[in-house]
């Protein structure tokens, strides 16, 4: 999943490199702006991949192979009724982003076209979440990891030849973005609905059963409200920078995808954890959850000094790559330090994530989500007032090294109470 994951982060790349090109910081600015409003909308969605994976994952502990495909077809149908809703609600959202980023002219027109035309996706992008939800709680890391091979470079062969050979720029980087999610959807779904023509019928009662379900809504509710904290954290700091002029927001929005390709880098272990650690509590075996906490932890802050090196050894490279626009270069190289070691200030923090999302831990990981977010934004609003871009940079680090200690904090604790009682 390491390596299905890091797709997506070339994705990113790939979109600022097609953009750059053009040599408009204008245009960068509005693919970064209007990629931040598209993610806080979905990462406010992403319960239907991490809340399915724990869900499936605590199932496939306890040997309910109905209660694998019912939480499957719970998932679905939320994503197709959200998905419907987003797309009729898009005028609205590309509205409150502008108003929320508060962004040059220019940059706000670039913003709302990358918005309209990526949000006809929504419904496919949260199938697809479901999708690879279910898959990953399964523990199937290769076919999660075609999975997500077959959406994103679909994405990246057509944003290059829509957004460069046929030069439409940035509705170029949304229209191929749009096409990937729907052959990734399709795809998907075909293994998917394969799989469930050779199991047992699942009765339509047991999709509506009322208990699980309303777990289901209560998780999600709670991973609906950490998700978006999160995303309120990226977009704070993106509108921040574009508070100190678009050349800065353009800078900020290529080196956020080294840190993209950090956590995604880490995010397999993450998805690891989910997996693990949601199998553990379903067979109700604690030495399974504590091996998994410790390989995880070890091989998680490994890897995230592996990438900080990448990153600082290649960043002026890709940097170069990613724009030709000169300012946006200069101050990107500036402050690439700041970027390469976002992976080892978060590492925690995606591990224990995964550890609570698989053993459903929810509640916790909201809470301490919105503890870290309060000292985010004193910190965010403090130093980047003294330091300017440098301070924001620093609030971001703290943000991540917080997030990781206060739920290693909870976790003794929870334990205990969990497997205490099973």
């Known amino acids: ?12 790349v790939t979109d600022m490199a097609v953009v750059g090109q053009f040599g408009d910081a204008a245009l ?9 409003v598209f993610d806080v909308v979905f990462t406010t969605f992403n319960f239907l991949r991490s809340g399915t994976t724990g869900l499936v994952a605590q199932a496939f502990g306890s040997g309910d192979t109905a209660e694998e495909q019912a939480v499957f077809w719970r998932a679905f149908l939320v994503a197709v009724v959200l998905g419907i809703l987003l797309i009729l609600l898009a005028p609205l959202i590309a509205g409150g982003g502008k108003l929320f980023v508060d962004p040059e002219p220019r940059v706000a027109e670039a913003m709302q076209t990358y918005i309209a035309i990526r949000m006809l996706a929504a419904p496919l992008t949260l199938v697809n979440y479901s999708v690879l939800g279910y898959v990953l709680g399964r523990g199937e890391g290769v ?24 030069g439409w720029g940035i509705e170029g980087v949304a229209w191929g973005t749009v096409g990937g999610e729907l052959v990734g959807a399709i ?9 469930f023509r050779h199991a047992p019928p699942l009765a339509l009662r047991r999709v509506f059963d009322l208990e699980p379900v309303r777990r289901m809504f209560a998780m999600n509710r709670d991973i609906v409200i950490r998700s978006f904290s999160l995303l309120a954290a990226f977009a704070l700091f993106t509108r921040q920078g574009a508070q100190l002029g678009t050349e800065t927001l353009a800078a900020n929005a290529v ?22 650690a949601g199998r553990s509590v379903g067979a109700h075996y604690r030495p399974a959850f504590d091996k998994t906490i410790w390989l995880t932890a070890g091989w998680g802050f490994a890897l995230a000094f592996a990438a900080a090196a990448i990153c600082l050894f290649f960043g002026e490279a890709l940097v170069s790559f990613m724009t030709n626009a ?6 990107a190289i500036r402050y690439l330090p700041f970027a390469a070691l976002t992976g080892v200030s978060g590492v925690l923090a995606f591990q224990m994530d995964g550890v ?14 919105l503890l870290s977010l309060g000292v985010y934004l004193a910190c965010l609003y403090g130093l980047a007032a003294a ?36």
């Open 28 to 36: 960068l600015g509005g693919l970064a702006a209007g990629a931040v």
């Open 143 to 166: 076919l999660g990891l075609l999975l997500q091979a077959v959406l994103n470079g679909t994405n990246i062969v057509l944003s290059i030849y829509l957004g460069l050979v046929l």
């Open 387 to 422: 330091f300017g871009n440098t301070g924001l940079w620093i609030a971001l680090h703290i943000f991540l090294i917080v997030r990781g200690l206060s739920l290693l904090a909870v976790l003794p604790s929870r334990r205990q109470v969990v497997f205490r009682e099973s």
């Open 187 to 195: 795809f998907g779904m075909a293994v998917v609905l394969t799989r």
């Open 356 to 369: 609570f999302i698989g053993a459903t831990w929810s509640r916790d990981m909201r809470n301490m989500m």
């Open 326 to 331: 000169e300012e946006v270069r200069d101050m």
């Open 1 to 12: 999943m390491t390596l299905g994951f890091l797709t997506t982060p070339l994705l990113g």
């Open 255 to 276: 080196l956020l995808n080294f840190f993209l390709v950090s956590s995604y880098f880490l995010d397999g272990f993450a998805s690891a954890a989910e997996q693990l």
